[in-house]
């Protein structure tokens, strides 16, 4: 399974960095768009949603819905939507201390889970494109966060191998272990202050990038603990089959849509914090 899996990061990973550095913002979004869609549509097996035409006209609402979000995104109104995407993810906590909320096959649990999805995907996408296309190194921060989603995952999987013994959360996820966790950390830091240095961040700025990164991480980790929940309450192993080694592709970027809004909220914090 390692074998396959470094195989599969190894074709995927340059193709992402190259994606990142290489598309213009329209372009970046229309991909990530595509990716944002082909995760709802997998998030609607997991929701419980067995008609295929019931699970597209979902997808097909969101194509819209995307649209619209792409001409607001110069507006106030984007920021609400990240905000939104962040708040979503604070009360996460609540269903994962309680996780057998919404477990019943009921069609209002699966509306529930729909909705989870909305919050999720949509302020990540917008979040994204709007670190991307920003001015002052937009696509170099969003090639950095993609890394340090990268480093927690890699960090977490090596230390956990190694040192890990006591579980994360054994009813959720019985795979994680608390010294991933603090190794997602560890690597994700080293990440960031590097990124951070190349990308002339000194001084205050440089620790509260740390900062900012180590809560991205953390964010990272609850969303793939609430994938992993909903797979869970779903009783299977994967979200689909697309990669190799891999799963589908929400089970590869569940930890994207929970650190990005996070990361990109935070940093236009503290942009306006160390400009002042």
């Known amino acids: 399974m390692l074998k396959q899996r470094t195989l ?139 890394i340090l989603v990268w480093a927690a995952d890699t960090g977490a999987y090596f230390a956990g191998r190694r040192w890990g013994t006591t579980k994360l959360a054994p009813r959720i996820s019985p795979n994680k272990t608390r010294a991933g966790a603090y190794g997602a950390l560890v690597l994700a830091g080293a990440v960031a202050l590097v990124g951070g240095w190349l990308l002339d961040e000194r001084n205050a700025a440089l620790l509260a990038l740390l900062a900012l990164a180590l809560l991205t991480v953390l964010a990272s980790i609850l969303g793939d603990l609430i994938e992993s929940l909903l797979k869970r309450q779903a009783n299977v192993k994967d979200s689909g089959t697309l990669f190799p080694g891999h799963g589908g592709l929400l089970d590869r970027v569940d930890s994207v849509f929970s650190a990005v809004p996070v990361f990109v909220a935070g940093k236009a914090v503290l942009d306006l914090l160390l400009a002042s």
């Open 8 to 146: 599969t990061a190894l074709v995927l990973a340059p193709l992402a960095v190259a994606m990142i550095l290489l598309l213009p913002t329209a372009g970046f979004a229309l991909v990530i768009a595509a990716m944002s869609l082909q995760a709802m549509w997998e998030w609607t097996r997991l929701a419980g949603i067995a008609s295929t035409a019931a699970r597209a006209a979902f997808v097909v609402a969101n194509v819209l819905l995307l649209y619209l979000l792409w001409h607001a995104r110069a507006t106030p109104f984007a920021w609400y939507v990240v905000g939104a995407g962040v708040a979503w993810w604070l009360l996460s906590l609540l269903w994962l201390r309680h996780f057998s909320y919404a477990a019943a096959p009921t069609r209002e649990n699966a509306l529930l889970k729909l909705l989870a999805a909305e919050l999720a995907v949509l302020p990540a996408w917008l979040a994204f494109i709007e670190l991307h296309g920003s001015a002052d190194h937009g696509r170099h921060w969003a090639l950095l966060v993609i």
